[in-house]
């Protein structure tokens, strides 16, 4: 199938209420018609998902935009000019046209419009918004190629697009009260705070209160244990016959048989996500990068997926 007849199917697919897969620049999700509450309760089944955890609605235009959002404010208007399309995740007030399945029970709804020419086209074929977590089971790595998607979900209808261009998941930033970053992403702190200097970090729940659900549950696990080190003489005190050990490329001369995840932060990144669904056997020992720009995102990543941290 061609990709534009596989894109056109899709298409039909989602305004029939069922489920597909599909590209974007983060990584790949799990689509349904954000407005059809039958067609959403499908994607938290397949995934496993926890009712009060709410999905990102894609969106392909500012007409779109204001059918699902309301209270647009000149903040807003200043990311969104600046990062949209492309991974930034923005929450708004909903709409009532939005069905409270899509935002977890919330009066909130969270929007990005991606980039991926694949997504877009997508969007704009089913006429309608979709609603899409990242299309793994949930508590797995978020998948970067159509054959992640397919080993979580065998019999699904998956757009082939390539690996993503990020591997990580887009930035979520709450516009609703004082804005703040829900949770790390493909847009570094460093450029969301070129915009709005005083923008509050709270991706980690504060004794039992998070600002985003998404926040309480486990994430991103690989098969086998994984091990963080923040240091490599720590690292190598906890090595075994069968450990297999991650690192930076310009850290690899710090072990005898170490893998490389890439060398500058974007590469990590793009990496990282398949690097943790690769190894089935023994346990993956991983050095840590630096907590700036992208690299915190994958730190973050990396902390969430990690049985233990050293
Ligand atoms: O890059 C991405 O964002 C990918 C691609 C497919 O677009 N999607 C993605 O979706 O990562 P998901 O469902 O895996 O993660 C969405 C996150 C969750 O942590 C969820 O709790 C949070 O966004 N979220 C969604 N709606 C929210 C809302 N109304 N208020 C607070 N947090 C929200
Ligand atoms: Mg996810």
Redesign the pocket.
Same mark, same amino acid.
């Given at each position: 199938m061609n990709a534009q007849f596989k894109i056109r199917t899709a298409a039909r697919m989602l305004k029939k209420g069922e489920v597909v897969a599909f590209p974007?620049e983060?990584?790949?999700?799990l689509g349904a018609n954000a407005l059809d509450a039958n067609a959403v309760a499908k994607v938290f089944l397949l995934k496993g998902r926890p009712a009060d955890?709410? !999905?990102?609605v894609?969106i392909g235009d500012d007409r779109m935009l204001a059918t699902v959002a309301g209270s647009i404010s000149p903040i807003a208007k200043r990311l969104m000019k600046r990062f949209w399309p492309g991974?930034l995740?923005i929450?708004f007030r909903?709409k009532s046209a939005v069905p409270s399945i899509t935002?977890?029970g919330?009066a909130?709804?969270?929007v990005?419009m991606?980039k991926h020419p694949v997504a877009l086209r997508l969007i704009k074929e089913a006429g309608v918004p979709i609603a899409?977590?990242?299309?793994n089971r949930s508590g797995r790595p978020?998948p970067t190629a159509a054959a992640h998607v397919l080993e979580d979900f065998p019999n699904l209808f998956v757009i082939d697009g390539g690996e993503t261009q990020h591997g990580v998941?887009?930035t979520?930033i709450?516009l609703v009260g004082k804005p703040a970053i !829900?949770?790390l992403?493909?847009i570094s702190v460093e450029e969301i705070r070129e915009i709005i200097p005083a923008v509050a970090v709270k991706t980690r729940p504060v004794g039992n209160v998070a600002?985003?659900?998404?926040?309480k549950y486990k994430h991103y696990a690989p098969s086998i244990p994984l091990y963080l080190f923040r240091n490599a003489d720590t690292l190598k005190e906890h090595v075994k016959k069968d450990s297999v050990i991650l690192c930076r490329e310009q850290d690899l001369k710090r072990f005898t048989n170490a893998v490389s995840l890439g060398k500058t932060n974007e590469e990590i990144a793009h990496n990282i996500y398949a690097a943790l669904r690769t190894y089935k056997n023994g346990e993956l020992l991983i050095l840590g990068v630096p907590n700036k720009g992208l690299g915190r995102t994958v730190m973050d990543r990396l902390e969430k997926a990690a049985t233990a941290v050293f």
């Open positions: 974007t983060t990584v790949y999700g955890n709410p !999905l990102i894609h991974p995740t929450i909903k935002t977890g919330r909130d709804v969270a990005r991606p899409a977590p990242s299309a978020s998941e887009s979520v709450s !829900l949770r992403g493909a600002a985003s659900p998404g926040q």
